[in-house]
């Protein structure tokens, strides 16, 4: 056994020694896409991976806890030095047949998968596919979600934090996703899904997804998402929820680059007819200020009739509005290129006191999080 496992071990290092030669381009301006690439690999077919992101962060005013806001899932411990993700994984693509398995760990996953299964709750990705015909992949397992230009990898995200948007919209989901390359512009996805993001089926209904991401020109990105279904416990009445996240991005020039994005969705409401809607928005500039540095300015809002889809609204849920919004700035500092340090300040107002201050709740919310992280 000792003799099979020295050379298997060798290959794997062989393997992610390789990867990291490939040229790479600055990380922090690149925008993680939502499935993986369907190109045909030009190096060897197994491939592995990792991320850590070790953070400390600080709550101006807090009350007398290290939780952050209950809506806040990543990065959502302050005044303590801790691990938002720490990530391992291996992937396997030989332009015909592909799958991936990774694992995780940290505060990122203690609170976005706190209500799955304990066996289940530390995979960040585990499926398998294969090409139906050429230009198309069938994947089924669990992967990335297909909704919102933020993603689980902070390092890939321009800010550090994640905003309300997508901390209150799915990071992850189990299903089927096919996808086709209509031409190199042009990518079409559609998936049979679990539900929103869960791993574990909670109901015997499915949901439906579709993305499309159109790149007219070499410098904007156009990305459209859909979801539809129903996502209440099975002794439930169905509550039919709909859902389209849309956001583009524009290389301005060299230096600058700026995003945009906005989310509607409707569900239908408890306990009465109609549908609560709710809808946010985001916008960012992102400036190269060195070659090494870089800074990004954020602005954001969510509003939500009853609080639909926040799970955590404090004092406690009712059937208030929940209205919030903010900015944040936050410095980049990249010594090389898989490494960031960051440092982000953030502030938050809302409508109705909802944050926990140590004499009470306020309106207000302000934090400064500061970030090393590094990918291989």
């Given at each position: 056994?000792?003799?099979?496992?020295?050379?298997?071990?060798?290959?794997?290092?062989?393997?992610?020694?390789?990867a990291?030669?490939?040229?790479?381009?600055?990380?922090?301006?690149?925008?993680?896409?939502?499935?993986?690439?369907?190109q045909?690999?030009?190096?060897?077919?197994?491939?592995?991976?990792?991320?850590?992101?070790?953070?400390y962060?600080?709550?101006?005013d807090?009350?007398?806890t290290?939780q952050?806001?209950?809506?806040?899932?990543?990065?959502?411990?302050?005044?303590?030095?801790?691990?938002?993700?720490?990530?391992?994984?291996?992937?396997?693509?030989?332009g015909k047949?592909?799958?991936?398995?990774?694992?995780?760990?940290?505060?990122?996953?203690?609170?976005n998968?706190?209500?799955?299964?304990?066996?289940?709750?530390?995979?960040?990705?585990?499926?398998?596919?294969?090409r139906?015909?050429?230009?198309?992949?069938?994947?089924?397992?669990?992967?990335?979600?297909?909704?919102?230009f933020?993603s689980a990898?902070?390092?890939?995200?321009?800010?550090?934090?994640?905003?309300?948007?997508?901390?209150?919209?799915?990071?992850?989901e189990?299903?089927a996703?096919?996808?086709?390359?209509?031409?190199?512009?042009?990518?079409?996805?559609a998936?049979?899904?679990?539900?929103?993001?869960?791993?574990?089926?909670?109901?015997?209904?499915?949901?439906?997804?579709?993305?499309i991401?159109?790149?007219?020109?070499?410098?904007?990105l156009?990305?459209?998402?859909?979801?539809?279904g129903?996502?209440?416990?099975?002794?439930?009445?169905?509550?039919?929820?709909?859902?389209?996240?849309?956001?583009?991005?524009?290389?301005?020039?060299?230096?600058?680059?700026?995003?945009?994005?906005?989310?509607?969705?409707?569900?239908?409401?408890?306990?009465?007819?109609?549908?609560d809607?709710?809808?946010?928005?985001?916008?960012?500039v992102?400036?190269?200020?060195a070659?090494?540095?870089?800074?990004?300015?954020?602005?954001?809002?969510?509003?939500?009739d009853?609080?639909?889809?926040?799970?955590?609204?404090?004092?406690?849920?009712?059937?208030?509005?929940?209205?919030?919004?903010?900015?944040?700035?936050?410095?980049?500092?990249?010594?090389?290129?898989?490494?960031?340090?960051?440092?982000?300040?953030?502030?938050?107002?809302?409508?109705?006191?909802i944050?926990?201050h140590?004499?009470?709740?306020?309106?207000?919310?302000?934090?400064?999080?500061?970030?090393?992280?590094?990918?291989?």
């Amino acid at each position: 056994m000792k003799k099979l496992f020295l050379p298997v071990l060798a290959t794997l290092c062989t393997t992610a020694a390789l990867a990291q030669t490939t040229p790479a381009t600055d990380p922090a301006l690149a925008v993680p896409p939502p499935v993986a690439p369907i190109q045909s690999p030009t190096t060897a077919p197994v491939t592995t991976y990792g991320f850590i992101d070790a953070y400390y962060g600080f709550d101006f005013d807090h009350g007398n806890t290290n939780q952050r806001p209950g809506f806040l899932y990543s990065h959502n411990r302050q005044n303590e030095f801790t691990v938002n993700n720490a990530l391992l994984g291996m992937r396997y693509d030989d332009g015909k047949v592909r799958g991936a398995i990774g694992i995780h760990a940290g505060t990122y996953v203690s609170a976005n998968y706190a209500a799955e299964d304990q066996v289940l709750k530390h995979i960040y990705e585990a499926y398998a596919g294969f090409r139906p015909f050429e230009k198309a992949w069938l994947d089924l397992g669990t992967f990335s979600s297909h909704i919102g230009f933020e993603s689980a990898i902070s390092k890939d995200n321009w800010t550090l934090t994640r905003s309300l948007m997508a901390e209150n919209s799915p990071y992850y989901e189990s299903g089927a996703r096919f996808t086709y390359e209509v031409d190199p512009k042009l990518t079409l996805t559609a998936l049979v899904l679990n539900g929103w993001q869960n791993i574990r089926e909670t109901n015997q209904g499915k949901a439906l997804g579709t993305q499309i991401q159109w790149k007219p020109t070499a410098k904007l990105l156009i990305n459209s998402s859909t979801f539809y279904g129903n996502e209440q416990p099975q002794d439930s009445l169905k509550r039919r929820r709909y859902f389209h996240d849309f956001y583009l991005t524009y290389a301005a020039t060299d230096r600058l680059n700026l995003a945009v994005v906005f989310d509607v969705g409707k569900q239908q409401s408890e306990g009465r007819s109609g549908y609560d809607t709710w809808h946010t928005g985001s916008a960012f500039v992102k400036y190269k200020l060195a070659e090494k540095f870089s800074t990004t300015l954020r602005g954001e809002y969510y509003n939500a009739d009853r609080g639909v889809i926040i799970s955590s609204i404090m004092p406690s849920r009712t059937d208030m509005r929940f209205l919030a919004g903010g900015t944040s700035l936050n410095l980049d500092y990249l010594p090389t290129a898989n490494v960031a340090f960051r440092v982000e300040g953030r502030y938050l107002r809302a409508q109705s006191p909802i944050f926990e201050h140590d004499n009470g709740f306020s309106q207000n919310y302000g934090n400064l999080t500061t970030s090393v992280a590094l990918s291989f």
